[in-house]
């Protein structure tokens, strides 16, 4: 039925695979083959969809791609939570643009868990990131320091332990994964039946929710619970910093990533560029589409 759906709503897109680090990576790509490359990371419960915009727009001037990341909808699923911590997943995309793709330089552009692993593949391979779009996404040394220390990134952050949790999939999954549809559609989204179908179909691949929430298990940095005193955790990580131009956007309504990720930014980001939507969510890519496009089109056109 996605295939379907995909045929009628969007005859440019090509639905292909990669065998890149020993797994199967599902990816969506639009454009000409001699396009400039454009690689653009979902995070959770996302998959290669939520940029369905942004391929049709960068796809008239790159090769526009999306894919599944590891443990999501058509891409492989490892059992082992270990598979999932964030080195795997660099690895998993340098291995698709080099091998791939072939290409010695792309442009990257991650929205929550695919910010989260952008930052760490543009600090370990800066030769191939010719620019980074980020977009609410926190840079790991800063939301370190949150999380230690910020009661508001600590509270924003709670729903990150239920994630964690053996009780996430049945919640989550209940009464036709609606508790996940609420999670991601807002008011402000021009969101259809048929991308309603999209996203059911996605999370009821087998194993597909675990995968995505294996991200979460994997990682080990999680907020304290409410009232629990944490160690001083600030400082403790090796100091992530991007040596390539990178534009940040940060839709300012976001309840679960404070704007207070953007202090400090300059500090591991030399050549930083913030653009700020006060009324865009945590997705705002999929609310304030033209915006976005607009602020990713202005910062490529930058020499």
Known sequence: MSEDIMKRNYPKFKSEFAEV???KIHYVKAGSENGTLIIFLHGFPQFWY???DQLLEFSNDFLAVAPDMRGYNLSSKPEDIKQYQIHHIVE??????????NRKKFILVGHDWGGVVAYPFANRHPNLVEKLIIINAPHPNIFERLISKNKDQQSSSQYMLFFRSR??????SANNYKNLLNIIVTPEMNFTDDDKQMYINAWSQPKALTGGLNYYRAGGLNPPIEGEKINDLADKLIP????VP???IWGEKDTALT??????????I???TIKRIPKGTHWVINEKTAKINSFIREFLQKK
């Not at 992530?240 to 040596?243: E, S, Y």
């Open 21 to 23: 680090n020993k797994i």
């Open 50 to 52: 939520m940029w369905r």
């Open 92 to 101: 998993d995309i340098r291995a698709l643009v080099e091998e791939h793709f």
């Open 167 to 172: 009780n996430a999939e049945g919640y989550l």
């Open 240 to 243: 992530i910093i991007i040596n």
């Open 246 to 248: 990178t534009l940040v």
């Open 259 to 268: 704007t207070h990720n953007l202090v400090g930014l300059d500090e591991f």
């Open 270 to 272: 030399p050549e930083l």
